[in-house]
């Protein structure tokens, strides 16, 4: 489990990228070295979430990747996938129990090492900490710096994860600070065509290749 748990962390956005682009989108991440896809949409319609899914997971176990679901713990049991809570999402003690021992389970801490030590307790294979930067997606998460993710590091024996507003140009102040994976939306999904976001996978992977 944990091999897949360092690296880039690629995660959807309905607003996004429409029904035209995900699948051809999330190809090109895993192509450029992705090795987490989190489906993150925040939709009612069930049966559509249901297809896109599966869709998603075809493409992760073709590329060796790991499917996570943002927030919907029936579907990730259903597909029998990982799953990633929120602090107002769910119990993660529930959702371990659901998922088992094998499944990746993540958890938002924010800027709190208190909530992680919470989080790791309960059963979380990984924390997350962000926002590091502004972000599009998500402009009013809380404020977290780098610092953190030292902290984080020396306290928790669990990947580190690190989101919010990561590029190519500010990657690297977090990967030296110890984030185990960079967690993107915009950076990677916000581009023209599938071959930018396959070159913009490989660099964000590649940081994990040389240091
Ligand atoms: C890897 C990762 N970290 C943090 C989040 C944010 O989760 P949450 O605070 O529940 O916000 P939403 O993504 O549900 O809007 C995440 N999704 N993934
Ligand atoms: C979901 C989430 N949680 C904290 S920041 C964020 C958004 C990440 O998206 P982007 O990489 O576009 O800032
Ligand atoms: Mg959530």
Redesign the pocket.
């Known amino acids: 489990m944990t091999e897949h748990l360092r690296g880039l962390y690629a995660?959807t956005?309905s607003e996004?990228l429409g029904a035209d682009r995900l699948l051809s989108w999330v190809d090109a991440a895993l192509a450029g070295g992705a090795r987490l896809v989190q489906y993150?949409d925040k939709t009612a319609d069930v049966e559509r979430r249901r297809e896109e899914a599966c869709q998603l997971l075809r493409l992760c176990d073709y590329y060796g990747a790991r499917l996570i679901i943002?927030d919907d713990l029936p579907l990730a049991a259903e597909l029998n996938v990982g799953l990633h809570l929120?602090r107002d999402d769910g119990s993660l003690r529930e959702a371990r129990q659901a998922l088992g021992d094998q499944a990746i389970i993540g958890a938002?801490c924010?800027a709190s090492l208190d909530f992680a030590e919470q989080a790791v307790e309960e059963g979380a294979s990984y924390v997350?900490f962000?926002?590091?930067?502004?972000?599009?997606?998500?402009p009013g998460?809380?404020a977290a710096t780098p610092v953190l993710l030292e902290q984080g590091r020396r306290a928790f024996a669990v990947p580190i994860v690190a989101?919010?507003?990561?590029?190519l140009h500010n990657a690297p102040q977090l990967r030296i600070a110890g984030a185990d994976m960079l967690?993107?939306?915009?950076?990677?999904?916000?581009a023209n065509s599938p071959s930018e976001v396959e070159r913009r996978a490989r660099l964000f992977s590649e940081m994990y290749q040389t240091i």
Do not use: C, E, M, Y
């Not at 962000?130 to 998500?138: D, I, L, M, P």
């Not at 967690?183 to 916000?190: E, I, P, R, T, Y």
């Open positions: 995660i956005d996004l993150r943002n929120g938002t924010h997350a962000g926002r590091f930067f502004q972000s599009v997606t998500k998460a809380p989101i919010g507003g990561i590029t967690a993107v939306v915009h950076g990677l999904f916000g």
